[in-house]
């Protein structure tokens, strides 16, 4: 079963692709001639009959590096997520001390892209022959919040403005069946966390992973799930190198006198067990 999960790992992140290059749309929120250049493309393409009949855009080759990869640093066109190896492992690594400690509690992750690390906590439960926990995804499955002026942290955040962080619900839940993992014991709740966080219907959990980018996102998936997180449970931040995530971590262990060490993963994410 070892071999499925390690096996598991490199489909999800398109890892056995490394040795190819690929066409990859280009990112028009970044600055720099080829977001100008995409953005005229993009109205240029608007115009013709093609595009009407199925979505162009201007997109540029790159060469995968299996280092870049290993470590969720790339954008992958095709693979169920962008979090790398490193990061696969640690949801591995967690969930292997729940199970030997016999930790109560589901899983859940708020903020999903395509689904692939939530893929991979079913995965693991399937191949260690767990079915009495539950893997609850959360998201808004249209992208993320604008900025609220109530965080200030997040003042001038865009990730709102890139459309390939929108992935439908559909597309998601497809990506399970993909994996013969779409069953009961996995389950959304779609909306903005505020909404659907503190009246979600999650008794314990085990597991908690954070991948909201911004303040307000970690924040309010923060204040109504921690407290539901058992003594034993792990807490893994996606996002950490992003100022406006950990600043919003930082100041929930300062209010609640969190004192749990925090450890790296890869240089961006991070963990830590609740004491």
Known sequence: ???????????????NRVEWSEYRPVNRNNPGWKAWLAMLADR?????????????????????????????????????TMIGL??????????????RDSIPGDFIETGVWRGGAAIFMRGVLAARGIDDRTVWLADSFAGLP????????????RHHTIAELAIAL???QRNFARYGLLD???????????????????????????DGDMYQSTMDALVPLY?????GGYVIVDDWMLEPCRRAVEDYRRQHAIEDTILDIDGWGVYWRKS
């Open 44 to 80: 240029a393409l608007r115009k013709t009959t093609e595009h009407r009949r199925r979505p162009l855009a201007l997109c540029e080759k790159v060469t995968f590096d299996p280092a870049i990869r290993a470590i969720g640093r790339d954008w992958p066109t095709h693979a169920e």
């Open 184 to 210: 009961e014991q996995v389950k959304f709740l779609k909306g903005w966390f505020k909404d659907t966080l503190p009246a979600a219907p999650i008794e314990r959990l085990a597991l908690l992973r954070l």
């Open 86 to 99: 490193r990061r696969l492992d640690n949801i591995e690594l967690c969930i292997d001390s729940i199970l």
């Open 1 to 15: 079963m070892q071999l499925y999960v390690d096996l598991l790992k490199k489909v999800l992140t398109d890892y």
């Open 170 to 172: 559909d597309v998601v």
């Open 146 to 157: 604008p900025p609220d002026a109530s965080y200030p942290a997040d003042a001038g955040d």
């Open 227 to 231: 407290p539901k997180l058992s003594r």
